[in-house]
């Protein structure tokens, strides 16, 4: 999926502005989607971690950021590359290529020692969520994350 960030001016502005009608009924889709993939990814629960919202917190699943605690590095590696090999591209944060992973902050003169927060960003993945999937094409996806879940769990058996 392309990167659709910009930088505001008057004419994206408008453009924007002109969406705010739909934005609701979006939000409501997005988070229908979420609800049929945390349903898919419910037998691997304890491999798969999705966090769950904040009581009042209002919410847009337009990504699924999950993670993976048990897993090694070598499991995370292989999860990556397995569901990307069967189409379903997630991204673990926790690498050089990933500009949110706070050790790439090249802008930062000192990066601060933080080993609970890079253990936690290490097991973390982030996959998009296209507005245009269904809850046929989410149960597909959940199914093909359970079964590559499952086979890195065996890695370490």
């Given at each position: 999926?392309?990167?659709?960030?910009l930088r505001?001016?008057?004419?994206s502005?408008a453009?924007?502005v002109?969406?705010?009608?739909?934005l609701?009924?979006?939000?409501?889709?997005w988070?229908?989607?979420?609800d049929?993939i945390?349903?898919?990814?419910?037998?691997?629960s304890?491999?798969?971690?999705?966090?769950?919202?904040?009581?009042?917190a209002?919410e847009?699943?337009?990504h699924?950021v999950?993670?993976?605690?048990t897993?090694s590095?070598?499991?995370?590696d292989f999860?990556?590359?397995?569901?990307?090999?069967?189409g379903?591209?997630v991204k673990p944060f926790?690498?050089?290529?990933?500009a949110?992973?706070?050790?790439?902050?090249?802008?930062m003169?000192?990066?601060?020692?933080m080993?609970?927060?890079?253990s936690i960003?290490?097991?973390a993945?982030?996959?998009k969520?296209?507005?245009?999937?269904?809850a046929?094409?989410?149960e597909?996806?959940?199914a093909?994350?359970?079964?590559v879940?499952?086979?890195?769990?065996?890695?370490?058996?």
């Amino acid at each position: 999926c392309a990167n659709n960030s910009l930088r505001m001016n008057n004419v994206s502005g408008a453009m924007i502005v002109a969406q705010m009608g739909v934005l609701p009924a979006r939000v409501d889709h997005w988070n229908a989607m979420g609800d049929v993939i945390m349903e898919a990814l419910e037998p691997v629960s304890d491999l798969i971690v999705v966090p769950k919202g904040e009581p009042g917190a209002g919410e847009c699943f337009d990504h699924c950021v999950f993670s993976t605690p048990t897993f090694s590095q070598e499991q995370r590696d292989f999860f990556t590359k397995e569901c990307k090999a069967l189409g379903v591209d997630v991204k673990p944060f926790g690498t050089p290529e990933n500009a949110r992973f706070f050790k790439n902050w090249k802008f930062m003169n000192s990066i601060p020692d933080m080993p609970h927060t890079e253990s936690i960003v290490r097991h973390a993945f982030d996959m998009k969520v296209p507005f245009n999937f269904t809850a046929a094409d989410w149960e597909h996806v959940g199914a093909i994350m359970c079964d590559v879940a499952r086979k890195a769990d065996e890695l370490k058996q």
